[in-house]
């Protein structure tokens, strides 16, 4: 399939997705969102990849949303706007592989709210994290008010939706908005390096743990638990019993290509 903003590129199990619209730093549009959502449906029918790395092009991971698209938008398509942004990045939250943020520059606004619905955040000294849009008399509206204090708690969330500042890599990493900072020329080898790691795991076992986790943070304590029982013994018999023959025969273990959805 043809992207206009999305270039991907396939690196053996790993799949890297670069939004490209460096003319605008990336905004976010009604195309962009389309094409994501084709995206994420086509790579779900690869059984071959692992991992999902998406990055930005230029000088911005994504700066916002289009300002110039939602500049004379009403109550409804204002509204839509919102709610076609929050479908889409619910979507790559739920993408049964881990989705790693490689995040190069501006994540600002809806870039934030993208890099938030992605499972980990490895940044550039260069990157900067924000929600500036109540500058705009505006509220976040792709669930960032939602994703920040599951993140970072509410106190730290507040003060960074009301307050609008913008805050470096390492404020963000103090935070818990990401998970590691390294210099720009070494931001695609780290992301490609630790999807690398995380794609010779079982891959059952790595879809399974996202949805616990995810699925977990939605819902009562024990009821995660009990699904987390289910989820440990389906794996048995099957890659947990390679995995664990390999383990007691000192060798790799040799697991199976599963599909991702």
Do not use: H, W
């Amino acid at each position: 399939m043809n992207y206009e903003i999305l270039e991907v590129e396939k690196q053996e199990s790993v799949v890297v997705v670069t939004v490209s619209r460096p003319q605008a730093m990336n905004a976010l549009n009604t195309r962009f969102f389309q094409e994501m959502d084709d995206l994420l449906a086509d790579l779900s029918k690869d059984r071959g990849l692992r991992v999902l790395v998406l990055t930005g092009a230029g000088k911005a991971f994504v700066a916002g949303a289009d300002i110039a698209e939602m500049v004379d938008k009403d109550f409804r398509a204002g509204s839509e706007f919102s709610r076609t942004g929050q479908r889409t990045f619910r979507s790559l939250e739920e993408f049964p592989l881990p989705v790693i943020a490689a995040v190069n520059g501006f994540a600002l606004g809806g870039g934030c709210e993208l890099a938030m619905a992605c499972d980990l955040r490895i940044a550039s000294t260069m990157a900067k994290f924000g929600q500036p849009e109540v500058n705009l008399g505006l509220t976040p509206g792709y669930a960032g008010t939602q994703r920040l204090p599951r993140l970072v708690g509410a106190g730290n969330a507040l003060y960074l939706l009301l307050t609008g500042e913008l805050v470096s890599a390492e404020e963000a990493l103090r935070l818990g908005l990401v998970q590691k900072v390294v210099a720009p020329e070494q931001l695609m080898p780290e992301a490609l390096g630790l999807a690398k790691k995380i794609a010779a795991k079982g891959p059952q076992a790595v879809r399974l743990v996202k949805r616990l986790v995810r699925q977990g943070l939605l819902g009562p304590f024990d009821a995660g638990c009990a699904m987390e029982s289910e989820y440990f013994g389906s794996l048995f018999g099957n890659e947990g019993a390679e995995g664990m023959k390999a383990f007691l025969e000192k060798r790799p273990p040799t697991f199976k290509a599963v599909p991702a959805r």
